[in-house]
C-alpha cells in the first residue's frame, strides 16, 4: 500500500510553547522520491515541525502520514519506514562509531550479520573507519553529522527526514553527504532536510517549501518557487528580513 | 541615529560580587517563569529546609536556654563540626552543587581570577541550604549570648558567619578538585576511588560517635570537643563560648583559624576553576584508533552482557551495560552505592557495640544485640538505596533517548532491560553485601535472612522507580561535572528520591515484618520468598510502569532534554 501514498503528509501541525505559537498549522505534501527542502530563517519553526512528523514532539494539534501510516496513530509501522537525523539532539556518544551503528540496527529489530555488513560498508564510505574505537563523543562536528546520517540510513528506511544535515559540516563531508543522498533519491528514496544555505537547497532540491513565522509560506517544484529569480531573492523577500544596513553601527569602522 | 565614533570611554567599570549575586537571582528567577511544577517544589524544598533548620537550632539553642555550660561546648564543637563535614562531603557523594553560574560561561570575559572566585563565591552563598545552615548555627548565637552575655553572642555570631563561609568554600573546594579528577581521563579512576574513600569516612565517623555516645564518658568527651574546637571543623562555632568563659584571646585565635582555612579553600578552589573553565575546550580529542576487534555488534556487547540474545532487549542492556561504566555520573553513583551499602549496615549491627566494649568479644556481643528483623531492615536500607539511583534513568541519557523514542521501543522492554544491566553491577554488589554482612555478625546461616531482604527491597525499588523515572525525570545539565545539577533540581532531585525511598521501603515492608514474626523459620523461607518477592515487583513494575511509558514518550524526552 505504500506505494501509491505520497512519502509524507502534514495536515494542520501545530504547536505552541507556552504563550508562544512555534508552529501555526502547517499543510505539506511530499511526493514519493522527491528531494524536498524546508527552507526557513532561523526560529521559524522547522525544526519543531520535522520533530512533530516523525514522533519526537506530540503536536497540539493536526496529523502526519508518512507512506500512508499515521505517525501518532500506527507509530510502529511509520517508525519503521522513517530514518530521522534530528538537529541539536545528541547521540548516544559514549559507544564508538561501530558500536552506535550495531545498537540503531539492533534496536530496529534487524539481523546481526546484516548489521555488521552495513556498518562496516556505512563507516567506510563515509570515512569514519580511521576512527577507531573513539568514541562519538570525541568526534568533530562534521563527524558526529556523519555518523548520525549513517544511523539513520541503515535500516535502508523509505523516507529520510534530515534536520540541518549540512550544518557545522566542512565542504568535503558535505560533498559526500550530497552524493549519498543523491543515490538514495535515485534509488527510489525520498529525502525531506531542513536548511538555510540556499546554495545547497538549490543545487539539490526538486521541491522547496519556505516556512516563516510557523506557516508555510511559498510550496512548490523549486522552479515553480523561485520563477526567474535567485532563491535567496524569494526567500528575503517572503521572510521580510532587511538585506542592509544604514547608518547604525557606525563605530564599527574607524 | 548615527553614533559618533569614539573610542572606549576610559576604563571598564569594575564588576564586583554583587553583579554574580544578582545574575544568579535573576538566571533562579528565569527559571520559575511559567514553571508551576518548579515553583511548587521549590516551596516544598523551602518549607522542608526550615523544619529542619528549625530543628537545628533548637538542638543548639538549647545548652543556652537551659543555663547549662558543660553542654554548649560538646553541641558547638560536635553539632558544628558535623555541619562542615556534611558541607564536605554531602555534595560528593549525595546531592552535587548547584551550577547555575557555570564557571566555563566565563571562560572568555576579561575577568580577573580574584573577581571569578569571589564573584561565584558570593553567588554560591545565595541558596536555600545556606540560609538553612545559617539558621541552624544561630542556635549557637543564643546559647553564647545567654551564657556570656552581649559580647559573647557578637563574637559567636561572627564565628558562625565564619563557618557559614567555610562550610560553602569547603564545598566549592572539593567538588571542583574531584570534577577536575573526574575529567582527566588518566586520573580517572584514582579519583573514583579517592571518592569512594572520602565517601567511607561516614563509618569511622559513625563508629566513633556511637562509641562516645554508649561510652558516655563526660569528660573525654569534653576533651575530645576542645580539640575539634581548635581545628576548623569546630573553630568558628566555638569562639563564641570561649568569649563567655572569659578568655577573650582563645576566640581571637580561632576566628584567624577560620579565616586562614577559608582562603587556603579559596585558593584551592581558584586553582582547579581555571582547569573546568578551560577543560571544556582543551581536553582535545582523544582518538583511540585501535583497531576493531570483530563486527560492530561484536564490539558493541560487552563481557558482562555477552550471554545477551542479539535482539532489541539484548541490545538496549548491552548498551546501558556500557554506559554504567563509560558515564562518569553513572560510574559515580555505582561507586557510591557499593561503599554505602557495604559501611551503613556493618554500622548499623556491630559498629556502636564493638567500639563501646573495646573487649576481643566484640563480635560476640554485636551478634547478641542484633537481630533478624534489625539486620533485614538494614538490608532494606542498603536495597532501596541502591534502587534508587534509577530514580532519574532516562535524565542520565538526555536527549539522546530520542534515539528510542524513534525506534518505538516499547515501554516494557526498555524498562525491563534497563533493570537488568543495572541488577548486572549492582546484584553481586549486593550478594557480597549479604555475605559479608552474615560473616562479620558471626551468624553465616543468616545469610538467607540478609540477602532475602536485600533482594526483595531492591527489587520493590526497582519496581518504585520505574514509576518514578517515567513520571518524574528531570533534565540533567550537559556538562563534564558528574556533581552538577540544573538550577531548582536540588529540589526537585532530593523530592524524588525521598518519595521513591520511602515508597520502596513501604513495599519492602511485610519482609521485614515476616522476619520479626516467623523467627526460625523465616531463615529457611528468607532467601527464595525474597528473591520471589523482588522479582515479582520489578516485573509488575516494568510491566504497570512500560504502559505509562508507551503514553509518554515524548513527554519524557522533552523532560530529561536540557533547555538552552
Redesign the interface.
Known amino acids: 500500500m505504500t506505494d501509491q501514498h505520497p512519502a509524507l503528509v502534514l495536515r494542520g501541525l501545530a504547536k505552541r510553547f507556552d504563550s508562544k505559537v512555534a508552529v501555526a498549522g502547517v499543510d505539506l505534501d511530499v511526493p514519493a522520491g522527491s528531494f524536498y527542502g524546508l527552507l526557513g530563517p532561523n526560529g521559524a519553526g522547522k525544526t519543531t515541525t520535522l520533530s512533530m512528523a516523525v514522533g519526537l514532539l506530540r503536536p497540539d494539534a493536526g496529523q502526519a502520514r508518512v507512506l500512508g501510516y499515521d505517525v501518532w496513530a500506527d507509530p510502529v509501522h511509520a517508525k519503521g519506514l522513517l530514518g530521522v537525523m534530528p538537529d541539536g539532539v545528541r547521540l548516544f556518544d559514549r559507544l564508538s562509531g561501530a558500536e552506535l551503528l550495531a545498537y540503531h540496527g539492533l534496536l530496529r529489530g534487524m539481523d546481526p550479520a546484516v548489521v555488521d555488513q552495513r556498518a562496516a560498508e556505512l563507516l567506510d564510505v563515509l570515512a569514519l573507519t580511521d576512527a577507531g574505537r573513539t568514541l562519538v563523543v570525541d568526534y568533530s562536528a562534521g563527524m558526529k553529522k556523519k555518523i548520525g546520517l549513517a544511523c539513520a540510513l541503515l535500516h535502508g528506511p523509505r523516507l529520510l527526514v534530515l534536520d540541518e544535515p549540512f550544518e557545522a559540516v566542512d565542504p568535503v563531508s558535505a560533498a559526500l553527504i550530497r552524493d549519498i543522498l543523491h543515490r538514495y533519491v535515485r534509488g527510489g528514496g525520498t529525502v525531506v532536510f531542513s536548511s538555510h544555505v540556499m546554495e545547497m537547497v538549490e543545487r539539490l532540491c526538486s521541491h522547496v517549501a519556505i516556512l516563516a513565522e510557523g506557516r508555510i509560506k511559498r510550496v512548490g517544484t523549486l522552479d515553480q518557487v523561485r520563477g526567474d529569480r535567485s532563491l535567496e531573492d524569494v526567500f528575503v523577500q517572503v521572510v521580510g528580513g532587511r538585506t542592509a544596513t544604514g547608518e547604525e553601527l557606525s563605530w564599527l569602522s574607524r | 541615529?548615527?553614533?559618533?565614533?569614539?573610542p572606549p570611554a576610559g576604563p571598564a567599570r569594575r564588576v564586583t560580587a554583587w553583579h554574580f549575586v544578582r545574575l544568579k537571582l535573576r538566571v533562579l528567577g528565569n527559571n520559575f517563569r511559567?514553571q508551576g511544577r518548579r515553583i511548587v517544589l521549590f516551596v516544598v524544598g523551602v518549607l522542608v529546609g526550615l523544619w529542619f533548620a528549625s530543628s537545628g537550632f533548637l538542638l543548639l539553642a538549647a545548652p543556652g536556654l537551659a543555663g547549662e555550660s558543660r553542654y554548649a561546648l560538646l553541641t558547638a564543637a560536635f553539632g558544628g563540626g558535623l555541619l562542615v563535614l556534611g558541607w564536605l562531603l554531602l555534595p560528593l557523594v549525595f546531592f552535587g552543587v548547584d551550577e547555575t553560574l557555570d564557571p566555563a560561561r566565563f571562560a572568555l570575559l576579561p575577568l580577573t581570577r580574584r573577581t571569578l572566585v569571589t564573584g561565584l563565591y558570593a553567588a554560591a552563598l545565595v541558596s536555600v541550604p545556606v540560609l538553612a545552615t545559617l539558621l541552624t548555627a544561630s542556635g549557637l548565637v543564643v546559647t553564647a549570648g545567654a551564657l556570656g552575655g552581649w559580647a559573647a553572642a557578637l563574637v559567636a555570631l561572627v564565628g558562625v558567619v565564619g563557618g557559614l563561609l567555610l562550610c560553602v568554600a569547603a564545598a566549592r573546594a572539593v567538588t571542583s578538585a574531584f570534577a577536575t579528577m573526574l575529567r582527566s581521563r588518566r586520573v580517572r579512576d584514582l579519583a573514583a576511588a579517592l571518592l569512594a574513600v572520602v565517601a567511607a569516612l561516614f563509618g569511622p565517623l559513625q563508629i566513633v560517635v556511637m562509641a562516645a555516645v554508649r561510652r558516655a564518658d563526660w569528660d573525654r568527651l569534653t576533651g575530645a570537643a576542645r580539640v575539634v574546637g581548635w581545628t576548623p571543623f569546630g573553630a568558628p562555632w566555638t569562639a563564641g563560648l570561649d568569649v563567655a568563659e572569659g578568655r577573650a584571646w582563645a576566640a581571637a585565635l580561632k576566628l584567624l583559624i577560620t579565616a586562614l582555612a577559608i582562603g587556603a579553600l579559596l585558593l584551592w578552589w581558584s586553582r582547579s576553576l581555571e582547569s573546568a573553565m578551560v577543560g571544556a575546550v582543551s581536553t582535545g580529542?582523544?582518538?583511540?584508533?585501535?583497531?576493531?576487534v570483530g563486527?560492530?555488534?561484536?564490539?558493541?556487547f560487552p563481557g558482562v552482557a555477552g550471554w545477551a540474545r542479539?535482539?532489541?532487549f539484548?541490545?538496549?542492556v548491552?548498551?546501558e551495560c556500557?554506559?554504567w561504566w563509560?558515564?562518569a555520573r553513572r560510574r559515580t553513583s555505582l561507586i557510591t552505592i557499593a561503599v554505602v551499602g557495604i559501611f551503613v549496615p556493618v554500622m548499623v549491627n556491630l559498629g556502636g557495640s564493638r567500639f563501646a566494649t573495646g573487649s576481643g568479644d566484640a563480635f560476640g556481643e554485636a551478634a547478641a544485640n542484633s537481630s533478624p528483623a534489625l539486620v533485614s531492615l538494614s538490608m532494606v536500607f542498603v536495597g532501596v538505596l541502591a534502587s534508587v539511583t534509577l530514580a532519574n534513568q532516562f535524565g542520565f541519557?538526555?536527549?539522546?533517548y530520542?534515539?528510542?523514542?524513534?525506534?518505538?521501543?516499547p515501554g516494557r522492554l526498555e524498562l525491563r532491560a534497563r533493570m537488568t544491566a543495572f541488577s548486572l553491577y549492582v546484584v553481586p554488589m549486593l550478594v557480597a553485601v549479604a555475605v559479608v554482612l552474615a560473616v562479620l555478625l558471626g551468624h553465616p546461616a543468616w545469610l538467607g535472612v540478609t540477602a532475602g531482604a536485600l533482594l526483595a527491597a531492591y527489587g520493590s525499588g526497582l519496581a518504585i522507580n520505574a514509576f518514578v523515572s517515567v513520571l518524574g525525570a528531570y533534565a540533567l545539565p550537559?556538562t563534564s561535572n558528574p556533581f552538577a545539577m540544573n538550577t531548582g533540581a536540588g529540589v526537585a532531585r532530593s523530592f524524588f528520591a525521598l518519595l521513591s525511598m520511602v515508597s520502596s521501603a513501604a513495599a519492602a515492608v511485610p519482609i521485614v515484618v515476616a522476619a520479626a514474626l516467623l523467627g526460625d523459620l523465616w531463615r529457611w523461607l528468607a532467601l527464595p520468598l525474597g528473591l520471589a518477592y523482588g522479582l515479582g515487583a520489578a516485573l509488575l513494575g516494568s510491566y504497570l510502569a512500560g504502559d505509562v511509558l508507551d503514553r509518554r514518550m515524548?513527554?519524557l524526552?522533552?523532560a530529561v532534554?536540557p533547555r538552552?
Do not use: C, F, I, K
Open positions: 541615529m548615527a553614533v559618533a565614533v569614539t511559567g580529542p582523544a582518538r583511540d584508533r585501535r583497531g576493531a563486527g560492530a555488534v561484536a564490539q558493541l542479539r535482539d532489541r539484548g541490545v538496549l548491552a548498551r556500557r554506559y563509560r558515564d541519557d538526555g536527549s539522546a530520542a534515539a528510542n523514542v524513534l525506534a518505538g521501543v550537559e515524548p513527554e524526552l522533552a532534554t538552552r
